[in-house]
């Protein structure tokens, strides 16, 4: 019997024999590039604070209590930028300009990019074997279609993984060559619930990129599972990037629903928990997690069954 591994070995040459994922992640590296190249011609970004930093602060703090009163609708973004600033003063933490730190967590904004780029492959790794009619040979080998399935998949999450690091690790070194980057462990202060935290940057980036991952996760298995089930990539591209895109206007047209609180996009930002507010009322992270699981379990059953019981003989 064939390996796991083995499969995964040769669905990932496949994978990179293919020109359009060269494509991708060319376009990948030159978009980043690019936007560097941006930020660094168009903002040049430097510190603002000087040596009397805490002076300046609590002088922004005096302006933005009497915007306070002129602006009632800005009060909880000034009141807790307040609260960082005192919280600073009090413990001695200097604010920082624009660094590659910062440009590392703008550089989020490319995860959707990757999720684009990972949906077309999870699209057709399995609508393709039947477009091409390559489906009858793979399936004559002596290897389970549950390891053939699995190969696909786990192949699928392997490249979204390689995007995710690359994207990490050029922004990091593009921000540390054009901007600077400090330490690893400098602190990172946010707001959680009213309250000052305090985390390493490098720690806080590194949530924030794995929170960013999650939707990528959810819409990756869901074109997967079109793919499997329809045999059709581009219904399963189409299908996968609109619901990407309006997920969020879904959720709120049916946010005074008692049950909007299990649609998916209602938990696949698992960030509101930390730094914002969550889109329903009554949402946890524990149940967002019980939520999305659900779904990811249901995705690939779907694929599973489908794909196992299917006749080919015909295809």
């Known amino acids: ?118 949906i077309i492959i999870a699209a057709g790794s399995i609508a393709n074997e039947f477009r091409w009619g390559s489906i009858k040979l793979l399936l004559i080998r002596p290897v389970s279609r549950t390891k053939i399935l699995a190969s696909k998949f786990i192949t699928v999450l392997l490249f979204a993984i390689m995007m995710l690091a690359g994207l990490f690790l050029l922004s990091m070194a593009l921000g540390a060559l054009m901007f600077g980057i400090g330490t690893w462990t400098e602190p990172y202060l946010f707001i959680q619930n009213g309250e000052v935290k305090e985390m390493t940057i490098m720690g806080y980036s590194l949530m924030q990129y794995g929170f960013s991952s999650v939707n990528l996760l959810m819409m990756v298995t869901f074109a997967f599972m079109i793919s499997a089930v329809f045999r059709n990539s581009a219904l399963a591209i189409g299908t996968a990037i609109f619901l990407m895109m309006t997920g969020n206007s879904i959720v709120t047209f049916f946010s005074d629903k008692e049950w909007a609180k299990y649609i998916l996009f209602a938990n696949t930002d698992l960030n509101q928990f930390v730094m914002g507010t969550p889109m329903i009322e009554d949402l946890t992270m524990s149940f967002s997690i019980s939520v999305l699981a659900v779904y990811f379990v249901v995705f690939l059953a779907a694929s599973w069954l489908v794909f196992t019981k299917r006749d080919v003989a015909s295809t």
Not at 24 to 52: H, K, Q, R, V, W
Not at 66 to 73: C, F, H, L, V, W
């Open 1 to 118: 019997m064939v390996s796991l591994s083995r499969l995964i070995q040769n669905e990932w040459m496949k994978l990179f024999q293919q020109r359009s994922t060269w494509i991708m992640i060319i376009l990948f590296a030159c978009l980043i590039i690019g936007y560097a190249l941006f930020m660094t011609t168009d903002f040049s970004p430097s510190n603002e604070y000087g040596e009397d930093w805490k002076q300046q602060l609590q002088q922004e703090n005096e302006e933005m209590r009497s915007d306070m009163e002129d602006m009632p609708a800005t009060a909880n973004y000034m009141g807790d930028q307040i609260r960082l600033n005192e919280y600073r003063i009090q413990n001695n933490i200097a604010p920082d300009g624009f660094s590659g730190w910062n440009f590392v967590q703008e550089n989020r904004m490319f995860v959707a990019l990757i999720s684009l780029f990972t």
